[in-house]
């Protein structure tokens, strides 16, 4: 119900603009423009982990008693465009879309000369809008802002050589897109008033991932007859992106 009210309200916000243009105040810093940032994602993977963490001791037995590797913080960089942001007397509505590569890598030596690399990717395509209100002349407030995000998770474990050859070993995938929700809030501090701005937000992701698979070694992730979650459904995330801005 509530990624169906994001839709909503996406849809709305887009309508309004296009019907309504002559009545807000278009011409300044992100009513349409580009960003690129940087975003930190916090999560805790049980399932992930457990598979690891096994599997790793089974590769390795002679390494005997290792430290657990333990996945629970991606990173990785965001770029779209703010498509508008429609000014009123006293509040603002943007609509923006991005596309989000996020990663997070642990390495497990297995000899003197070989390893292994463990590598976690979330990335997603997200489409969006925020309402806010202006503070000062250089900071605005981002009283909410919300993205539906379309997610292809993958899971990977590859060999990596003594000569930094790089050997597949499973790869583990969704079966479908995934499609999940952000709501969080925010601030926008004015640099070069009209053209430049760093905007930064914070808040939780929402998604259900059930399982991940690797067709061609007949593997899931949860291993058979765990309870434990991918990921869980609540994360945090938090990014900081550089707008650059001109007038419609």
């Known amino acids: 119900m509530k990624i169906k009210s994001l ?12 019907v309504n243009a002559q009545t807000f105040g278009f011409g300044c810093l992100g009513l349409s423009g580009f960003y690129a940032g940087f975003t930190h994602h916090y999560y805790e993977a049980p399932a992930i982990n457990e598979f690891v963490n096994t599997y790793k001791i089974t590769a390795d037995p002679a390494e005997g008693l290792v430290p657990n590797i333990d996945f629970k913080r991606s990173t990785g960089y965001r770029i779209g465009a703010n498509i508008f942001r429609a000014k009123f007397s006293s509040i603002f509505i943007s609509a923006k879309g991005y596309y989000q590569f996020l990663k997070e890598t642990h390495e497990y030596k297995i000899s003197v000369l070989n390893s292994e690399r463990y590598e976690l990717s979330m990335n997603n395509w997200g ?32 060999l990596i050589e003594q000569n930094s050859a790089t050997v597949d070993l499973y790869k583990f995938t969704s079966d479908e ?16 008033p009209d053209y430049i701005s760093l905007e930064a937000t914070a808040g939780y992701n929402f998604l259900e991932l059930e399982q991940l698979y690797d067709g061609d070694n007949k593997l899931s992730i949860p291993v058979t007859n765990s309870t434990n979650e991918i990921i ?17």
């Open 7 to 18: 839709i909503a309200i996406v849809l709305l916000a887009f309508s309004v603009n296009g």
């Open 127 to 158: 489409v969006g809008m925020d309402i806010g209100i202006p503070v000062f002349s250089f900071l605005d407030l981002k009283l909410v802002e919300g993205h539906l995000n379309f997610y292809s998770p993958e899971f990977k474990i590859n």
């Open 177 to 192: 897109t995934k499609i999940g929700y952000f709501l969080g809030s925010g601030l926008i501090i004015h640099l070069i």
């Open 232 to 248: 869980n459904k609540k994360t945090f995330s938090a990014t900081l992106q550089i707008n650059v801005g001109f007038p419609l």
